[in-house]
């Protein structure tokens, strides 16, 4: 999506096909297309970025962030990747192959990651068992929203380690 109407089109286009799998954004065209000028910060695009991730949600599609211009910059372009992913995209463009294995590494869950989400996992269907709704671990409620967050990590390994 790199145009102000495809943003406003993302309903129909993440629709339009079964055969869809992801929904991507190309800000720097759609900076030129709004009459934006591209920051470090991205707020031009924020909201593009927003829509087209919720987008993507309610469609089952994976949300894929634009572009880092900056060839030298890897460390703006973990950055920003890791601002995305936790924004809900599930991977970043790369335009050079020196970028691959910072948004690789961004986009892959750690063991850390994974082991919590199974953790998580565990406890809330152990709490669900004994009959009881919203639980603490580790000092943080948890309840069944959470889950969806959970399997999210989990459904990201197991794309990552499938050959």
Do not use: C
């Not at 009459?35 to 991730?53: D, K, M, N, P």
């Not at 790369?94 to 990651?113: G, K, L």
């Amino acid at each position: 999506v790199e145009t102000a109407r495809g943003v406003m089109n993302l309903r129909e286009i993440a629709a339009a096909s079964s055969r869809l799998d992801a929904l991507a954004i190309g800000a720097e065209d759609l900076a030129g297309d709004i009459g934006a000028t591209r920051t470090s910060h991205g707020w031009e695009v924020f909201y593009a970025r927003s829509a087209l991730v919720t987008a993507a949600a309610a469609f089952g599609l994976q949300a894929i962030d634009t572009v880092f211009v900056d060839l030298n910059d890897l460390v703006g372009l973990r950055l920003e990747a890791e601002q995305m992913q936790q924004m809900g995209f599930m991977g970043k463009l790369a335009i050079h192959p020196r970028q691959v294995e910072v948004i690789n590494e961004v986009f892959t869950p750690s063991a850390a990651e994974v082991a919590q989400a199974r953790r998580l996992i565990q406890s809330f269907e152990e709490h669900q068992a004994a009959g009881d709704g919203a639980f603490e671990l580790d000092g943080k409620m948890v309840d069944a929203p959470m889950m969806k967050a959970a399997r999210r990590v989990l459904a990201r390994a197991d794309f990552e380690s499938s050959p």
